[in-house]
């Protein structure tokens, strides 16, 4: 099933349900499939908007669930029920496929506890790996205390520069 989800393409998924959502929304359908799918095509197309695309990812479940109380609670005609459900059944493919797309950018799933803290505890520090307090080597975020400093030792006094030009020899 992960295969089948990782070769579709979630751009034309968008494209035919965006197609789909904007035929069918002169009609009585849920009126927020339309703007969820144009919010899509725009997060789609955006490569650094990975906190967008994960509101995508999480408004897209949840539209389902949405659209199957919308189903229940609303009378439709027998075609356009079935245009819904056929919007509806789309969305599912479309989920997978924009989760593996989050995933690949870098984005986590929060509040799901996947996805978090994979690698292990994040080291801090700065760049060129520069610490703090003489230590030599990392500290994670996990540590309480700090580790002892290491041996510092002292720099060799300078040499007394010669007088020869006005260049020095090092």
Known sequence: MADFIQALDPAKLLFAETALAFIISPFTVPAYNLPIFLFGSYVQESSDAVQSLSLFAGLLPMSIFYDVLWMIRNEQGGFLRFLTIILLLLKIPTTGAFL???????????????????????????????????????????????????????????????????????
């Open 100 to 170: 593996i797309a989050m995933r690949q950018r870098g984005g986590q799933f929060p509040g799901l506890g996947l996805g978090t803290d994979i690698n292990g505890p994040t080291v801090w520090s700065m760049p060129g790996g520069f610490t703090s307090g003489g230590r030599d080597g990392y500290q994670t975020v996990d540590d309480d205390t700090p580790r002892a400093p290491s041996k510092v030792s002292s720099a060799p006094a300078p040499q007394p520069a010669s007088q020869s030009g006005a260049y020095q020899s090092v």
